[in-house]
C-alpha cells in the first residue's frame, strides 16, 4: 500500500554527502537544460559523430541548435587534451556558431566560437573523465 495514510514515511538526511553532491550535480544539468533555446524542436539523432571519444554518444539536434552527450563508459579511458571531436550532416547552416562544453561533474564550462563547413564542425575537446556535454547554438 502506496497510498493515503498508509504511505510509507521515507526521510532523507539532507546533511549527508551524497545527497549534498546528487543535489549540485543534479542542478548542474538542470542549469545545462536550461540554457537550451527551444528544447521541443530538439531531434535525437539527427547528426553523425565521424571521430570522437566516448562510448556511449547521444546527439539531438534542431535547425538552430545541437546538443552532444559523450560518456566514457564505465572503467573507459579518459580523453586526451584537443582529442577532436567531429559532427557531420549538421542541420545548420555553414557559418560562425557558439558552443559551450560543460563539464557536469565538476561544473566547469567552456565557450568558444567555431565555424560550420559543408555541414560538418570539428571541436578540439579539453579532458574529460567521465563525461562532457556540448551545447552549440547557430548565430
Do not use: W
Not at 58 to 75: C, D, F, N, P, Q
Not at 77 to 102: A, C, F, I, R, W
Amino acid at each position: 500500500q502506496g497510498a493515503g495514510v498508509y504511505a510509507k514515511v521515507y526521510p532523507i538526511d539532507f546533511n549527508d554527502a551524497s545527497v549534498k553532491t546528487y543535489a549540485r550535480e543534479s542542478q548542474i544539468l538542470m542549469d545545462f537544460f536550461d540554457s537550451l533555446k527551444d528544447y521541443v524542436a530538439l531531434k535525437p539523432g539527427r547528426i553523425r559523430i565521424s571521430q570522437g571519444p566516448g562510448k556511449y554518444r547521444l546527439t539531438m539536434a534542431s535547425g538552430k541548435e545541437i546538443v552532444v552527450y559523450l560518456h566514457k563508459g564505465l572503467g573507459g579511458k579518459n580523453t586526451k587534451t584537443d582529442e577532436q571531436l567531429v559532427l557531420e550532416d549538421l542541420p545548420l547552416k555553414d557559418g560562425e556558431v557558439s558552443l559551450m562544453l560543460l563539464h557536469p561533474t565538476t561544473g566547469k564550462k567552456e565557450n568558444k566560437i567555431l565555424t560550420v563547413r559543408n555541414n560538418s564542425l570539428s571541436i578540439s575537446l579539453s579532458e574529460f573523465c567521465e563525461d562532457i556535454a556540448i551545447h552549440v547554438l547557430q548565430h
